[in-house]
């Protein structure tokens, strides 16, 4: 059974930072890519960011690229999100998701099959 158990979040001060962890179990997190994704209260879920199986092939959503950092500890079955700068729109649920197809469009989160629960992220303005 895959697992993905998110951790990290909090609140923090703007220009703040904070690491999210997604630990997997039932499968490797080298295995398939694996994505952040985030959705604020009467919003959709956003990607944020995606890290192929290798390391050099990353993506970042426009609104966090130069802040946030995804990488992945291969032997932690773990994928990080580490967030810099931090504003008040960057105040969402944040989700970890994987899955076979993800290599095939790394947005879109209808390509992920699985997720985890989710740890918030809140920005006070």
């Known amino acids: 059974q895959v697992q993905l158990v998110e951790s990290g979040g909090g609140l923090v001060q703007a220009g703040g930072s904070l690491r999210l962890s997604c630990a997997t179990s039932g499968l490797t997190a080298s295995t398939y890519a694996m994505g952040w994704f985030r959705q604020a209260p009467g919003k959709e879920r956003e990607f944020v960011a995606a890290i192929l199986r290798s390391d050099s092939n990353s993506y970042y959503a426009d609104s966090v690229k130069g802040r946030f950092t995804i990488s992945r500890d291969n032997a932690k079955n773990t994928v990080y999100l580490q967030m810099n700068s931090l504003k008040p729109e960057d105040t969402a649920l944040y989700y970890c998701?994987?899955?076979?197809?993800?290599?095939?469009?790394?947005?879109?989160?209808?390509?992920?099959?699985?997720w985890g629960q989710g740890t918030q992220v809140t920005v006070p303005s």
């Open positions: 998701a994987t899955g076979p197809r993800a290599v095939t469009g790394p947005r879109t989160f209808t390509n992920y099959n699985y």
